[in-house]
């Protein structure tokens, strides 16, 4: 029986000023208030962190930043530091995120760093990796997922991961409506913990927490979180409206 905690996390992307964040906020926190059991975590723009912060004290909510840089501090005009995430509230942090790759040049060496930054100021980083839908229909889901795990966690043993969380999140399936059928989703779970057995050991695939991210709803959240291998669930869209996404967290 799987001892590891459920995580629902979702992500706002650049959604909402910091009035509309501390409003979702709020309303977030009054509907999730009987949750028991399920860690819960929100990722709003880094402008609304530390009032989202003040507005979830007392609560069973955690805040994550939605990217970090892997430096502590320096002349990198437009980015954000662990240190920084830190002192806004943030106790996790989303890394690698497939839009990141794709629309800033993130690579599997930047993750690494970043995977590394993270964890040395205590925050959790919330690892993602994906596949294509070209990369899918050419059978490369599992050889692509083991590069993209295997660089992302480099020079890692597996007493540096303990607050890792891993995110599956297949890129055909990310606001396009399209979700990866439990048994797909599953499947993948699987392997990756079956790949982090053979690059760490075992005790760190059993405990690790892997999410499904891609199209997840409250009408295919319950059959998703049925599987064994399914920690919980990085949201995108659904997350942005309080009563959708608190029904998505009591699965």
């Known amino acids: ?141 599992f050889s692509v997922l083991d590069k993209q795990v295997q660089a992302g966690l480099r020079g890692f043993v597996s007493d540096d991961l303990k607050d890792l969380v891993l995110a599956y999140e297949p890129i055909w399936a990310i606001g396009t409506g399209k979700t990866a059928t439990s048994e797909q989703a599953q499947e993948v779970h699987t392997f990756l913990r079956a790949s982090t057995a053979k690059q760490f050991d075992d005790a760190l695939a059993q405990s690790m927490r892997i999410l499904y991210g891609g199209s997840v709803k409250p009408a295919n959240v319950a059959e998703l979180m049925s599987m064994p291998d399914i920690d919980g669930a990085l949201v995108g869209g659904a997350s942005l409206d309080p009563e959708t996404f608190s029904q998505i967290i009591k699965f």
């Open 1 to 141: 029986m799987s001892v590891r905690t459920p995580l629902i996390a979702g992500n706002w992307k650049m959604y909402k000023t910091c009035g509309e964040s501390v409003k979702s906020a709020q309303q977030l926190k009054s509907l999730v208030e009987g949750v028991t059991g399920t860690d819960i975590m929100i990722a709003p723009t880094f402008t609304s962190l530390e009032p989202v912060f003040n507005a979830i004290k007392g609560s069973r909510i955690n805040l994550g930043g939605q990217n970090l840089h892997w430096k502590t501090e320096g002349a990198f005009t437009g980015e954000i530091s662990g240190d920084m995430l830190k002192s806004a509230g943030c106790s996790f942090v989303i890394i690698g995120h497939s839009e990141r790759r794709q629309l800033f040049g993130e690579t599997d060496e930047s993750v690494n760093k970043k995977i590394t930054a993270a964890l040395s100021c205590g925050l959790k980083p919330v690892f993602c990796i994906g596949e294509s839908e070209a990369e899918r229909d050419s059978n490369l889901t």
